[in-house]
C-alpha cells in the first residue's frame, strides 16, 4: 500500500515537473527576442498569455516585436493592454507617446509624457527630451 502511493505521488512529481518546465514561455520567448528570432519569440510570448492573460511583459515583447516589424497597429494594441495591466509602466507608456508623436498626435503625446514625468524613475530624462520635442512640433 505505502509503495503504490509512493510511486503516485512519484509520478505525480515527475509530471508536475515536466509540466511546469514546458510552460515557462515568456523565458523562452525572452531567449528567442535576445537572438533576434522574432517569430519564434512572438509565438512564445503568445503562448505564455494564453496560460498568463494578464502578464504585462509579454505584451511589452510583443508591442516591440510589432515595432521593430513596422506593424503600428499591433504595437498600440499591446501597449494599450500593458498601460491598461499596469498604468505605471514607463516603457510602455513611453513608447506609446512617441508613437503617438509619430502619428502627429501631439496633444495625446504631450499628455501621457507629462502623466509619466509625474511617476518616472527610469524613463525621466529620455521624457523630458520628448516633451521638448512635441512642444517644438506644437508651436510649428
Known sequence: MIMKLLKIIFIFFILNNNLLANTDYFNQG???YKKNDLEKAKFKFEQ???LNPKNEKSYLYL???FNTQNKKKLEEQNLNTVILLDP???EAVFSL???KLEKSDYIESKKMIENL???CKNYCQKSSELKTQIEKSLKK
Open 88 to 90: 505605471k509602466n514607463e
Open 30 to 32: 525572452l531567449i528567442l
Open 97 to 99: 507617446a512617441k508613437l
Open 48 to 50: 505564455d498569455l494564453v
Open 117 to 119: 514625468l509625474k511617476f
Open 63 to 65: 508591442s516591440k516585436i
